[in-house]
């Protein structure tokens, strides 16, 4: 890698390690030198189907063959099986594609100002939650309950109200007659995976019924899986009136989509939006078969046995160790919040390891490890993680 071209072309928005990857299987990573690493951040979520996989490769092998872009001034049949197949598994209803979680939900923001308007001129108030993410577009950071991406960014979009994640009181004091939407994720994945109150989001759910306002689950981060269903709101008897979903939806491809139910299909109409590059016949063509085999019953039971793995280890070290204030684990979503401040030593000291974890904060380690990954691997990383905690907790 040439740190020093890298370092002079390229725009400096990330905090970026000097490592580089140029190779991956399953969930390894591998570098030019062949070092080995266990992955368990899953490119912030979206490989969970792992590097390499064989529907992923033989899929975008024979969609290479098609036109690789043509406009949505015409048919992509791709789109129709790919929307078919989130359907299926969720509501009727009809999808919109994009290219990205922001995209997702920028859309799921016009669609809810017009649904508003079509029933009141000043019905176009929108609710989301402290410390959720929804994107870096303005709207969707308008949609983000975190200051600290806004304060350079102001005035975003307004209309949007913050209300205390699981806080019911909070909550009833900000919906009314104007709002037109609840956005809201079931674990908010960047605000360090807080895993939402089932009674918390019935009782939204029938709020939002009462004053007519949507509700939207953003599913960027907790779909495609994750949580041991194919979207996060099937694991509650949820009525959800649009989602969003992105990250590991094409398994790797930019894709993001917003899918509406039935009643709502006609709210977007053609001219209210658009993208040149949504739903591209080659990333539509590989996000069906990625969701077609991310649905499987069989699959999403191994990423509960997973999921339920990584739980009973961070249960065990929490007992062990003093220095773990909390642990939350939803799926292969989990987080772990250390007493110190030292999150991000231990994500280098992993590194140093062979082992890819993330740091949200200075206090919580977040893990996202691909879906696919064995059980040995699994264990393998989780054994250097502890070590390091343990290590870092008696200093
Ligand atoms: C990552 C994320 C987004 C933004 O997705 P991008 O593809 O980066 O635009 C939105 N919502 C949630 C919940 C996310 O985790």
Redesign the pocket.
């Known amino acids: 890698m040439n740190l020093k071209k890298f370092n002079e072309h390229v725009m400096l928005t990330y905090n970026r390690s000097d490592l580089e990857f140029v190779k991956g299987k399953g969930a390894m990573l591998y570098t030019a030198s062949g070092k080995k690493y266990i992955d368990f951040l899953a490119g912030?979520?979206v490989a969970n189907l792992g590097y390499n996989h064989p529907v992923i490769t033989q899929t975008a092998g024979k969609a290479l063959s098609r036109p690789l872009h043509v406009s949505n001034l015409f048919k992509i049949s791709p789109q129709a099986e790919m929307a078919a197949i989130i359907q299926k598994h969720t509501f009727r209803g009809r999808t919109f594609f994009c290219n990205?979680?922001?995209?997702a939900?920028e859309a799921a923001y016009k669609l809810a100002l017009k649904y508003g308007r079509s029933i009141a001129r000043d019905k176009i108030q929108i609710l989301s939650a402290v410390k959720s993410?929804?994107?870096?577009t303005l709207a969707?950071l308008a949609l983000t309950g975190q200051p600290k991406y806004q304060e350079s960014f102001k005035p975003l979009p307004g209309r949007v109200k913050y209300f205390k994640y699981n806080n019911l009181k909070d909550f009833k004091k900000k919906i009314n007659t104007r709002t037109a939407a609840v956005f809201i994720?079931t674990v908010q994945?960047?605000g360090g995976i807080n895993i939402v109150q089932e009674k918390f989001l019935k009782t939204i759910r029938k709020l939002c019924s009462q004053y007519k306002a949507l509700l939207i689950i953003?599913d960027?981060?907790a779909g495609c899986g994750r949580t041991g269903e194919l979207f996060s709101f099937l694991n509650y008897q949820l009525k959800v009136d649009a989602f969003t979903a992105?990250?590991g939806i094409a398994g790797g491809f930019p894709a993001?989509c917003l899918t509406v139910r039935d009643k709502y299909k006609n709210i977007l109409k053609p001219g209210d939006h658009a993208s040149t590059f949504g739903g591209n016949p080659f990333v539509t063509a590989v996000g069906a078969a990625v969701v077609k085999e991310t649905a499987k019953t069989s699959f999403l039971k191994q990423v509960k046995i997973k999921g339920n793995f990584i739980k009973d280890k961070f249960s065990a070290w929490q007992k062990e160790l003093d220095y773990i204030s909390d642990i939350r684990v939803m799926g292969m979503m989990a987080a772990l919040d250390l007493k110190k401040p030292n999150a991000k030593a231990i994500t280098a000291a992993c590194l140093k390891k062979g082992l890819i974890v993330n740091a949200i904060g200075t206090r919580t380690i977040r893990l996202l490890p691909p879906l696919v990954i064995g059980i040995i691997n699994l264990e393998k990383g989780l054994n250097i993680l502890h070590k390091i905690i343990k290590r870092q907790g008696n200093d």
Request: negative net charge; glycine residues 24%; proline residues 0%.
């Open positions: 912030l979520g990205s979680g922001t995209e939900n993410f929804h994107g870096r969707s994720e994945g960047e953003d960027v981060q992105a990250k993001g």
